[in-house]
């Protein structure tokens, strides 16, 4: 009885496949929670800003402009 390497090859990549996956599984879901953070992060100053009626104050000119 001869056993086939490449056959050989490819069961042991699927062996690997579904620890690989338990294992890698957690991480990238603390990458998606890390981001999602992030993204709502943005978004908070924006909308607190307009909640409590914060405007950012423009620099007033020393001189004014000169037509032309």
Known sequence: MQLDVQAVGAINMFVWL???????????????????????????????RRVFGVRRRRRVRDRPTSPG
């Open 18 to 48: 579904v620890p690989g996956l338990f294992l890698g599984l957690p991480g990238l879901l603390l990458v998606l929670i890390v981001l999602a953070q992030v993204g709502l992060a943005t978004a908070f100053v924006p909308v607190t």
